[in-house]
Nanobody, 119 residues
Framework: QVQLVESGGGLVQAGGSLRLSCAAS????????MAWFRQAPGKEREFVAG????????TYGDSVKGRFTISRDAAKKTVYLQMNSLKPEDTATYYC????????????WGQGTQVTVSS
């Protein structure tokens, strides 16, 4: 199993920045891609950003393109989400997820970290 722990959430004013971290432990070789999702109250979970280790390919949801950046520190087994120019609509619980190569699904999830952007 892969364990994921997010950190770095908090309260920030609109226009500000935050950096989220996702530390992986356990059988980390069991995942080959990581992603960030978010979910606001009353809304469906939304894909934010993804990173494929082998190719270094990154993808972003339309609502965060140009503002958020996903990156990875392989030595620290940590994935980051740099969030700039934050907007109130970015307020949500942010989750990191690891993709299981056997299922090609995001089977590994962290507990989430809250991001609140005030206007």
């Amino acid at each position: 199993q892969v364990q994921l722990v997010e950190s770095g959430g908090g309260l920030v004013q609109a226009g500000g920045s935050l950096r989220l971290s996702c530390a992986a432990s356990g059988r980390t070789f069991n995942t080959y891609a990581m992603a960030w999702f978010r979910q606001a109250p009353g809304k469906e979970r939304e894909f934010v950003a993804g990173f494929i280790y082998s190719s270094g390919t990154t993808t972003y949801g339309d609502s965060v393109k140009g503002r958020f950046t996903i990156s990875r520190d392989a030595a620290k087994k940590t994935v980051y989400l740099q969030m700039n120019s934050l907007k109130p609509e970015d307020t949500a619980t942010y989750y990191c997820a690891g993709r299981n190569p056997r299922t090609a699904q995001y089977d590994y999830w962290g507990q989430g970290t809250q991001v609140t952007v005030s206007s």
